[in-house]
């Protein structure tokens, strides 16, 4: 059974950091397609950030130079390390994943993942 649990989230300044991490099991991690997304109040989920099973990066424009994503194959983490946070990216945050080598057609698609954590609350004070 395929598991993803969120940490990391919490209350901080605009400006400041925070590292979010997804532990996985219940699947081999390196053959997966994985992202992160964030849904704020009263707006649909969005897609941040998405590594493929090779480690290509695709990132939001909105998040671009300022938000990380990475993985660790051998402790079935995915990460987004986020910095020079604004009040706007201020939601909950999910990590997603879709088995397999093979990406989704639509990779900031929520529909294309099947499987996700239980999300992680990120605040952003002005």
């Known amino acids: 059974q395929v598991q993803l649990v969120e940490s990391g989230g919490g209350s901080v300044q605009a400006g400041e950091s925070l590292r979010l991490s997804c532990a996985a099991s219940?699947?081999?991690?390196?053959?997966?397609?994985m992202g992160w997304f964030r849904q704020a109040p009263g707006k649909e989920r969005e897609g941040v950030a998405v590594i493929t099973a090779y480690g290509v990066t695709t990132y939001a424009d909105s998040v671009k130079g300022r938000f990380t994503i990475s993985k660790d194959n051998v402790r079935n983490t995915l990460y987004l390390q986020m910095n020079s946070l604004k009040p706007e990216d201020s939601a909950m945050y999910f990590c997603?994943?879709?088995?397999?080598?093979?990406?989704?057609?639509?990779?900031?698609?929520?529909?294309?993942?099947?499987?996700w954590g239980q999300g992680t609350q990120v605040t952003v004070d002005s």
């Open positions: 997603a994943a879709k088995l397999g080598v093979v990406g989704p057609a639509l990779p900031f698609s929520p529909h294309a993942y099947p499987y």
């Open positions: 219940g699947y081999t991690r390196s053959g997966s397609y």
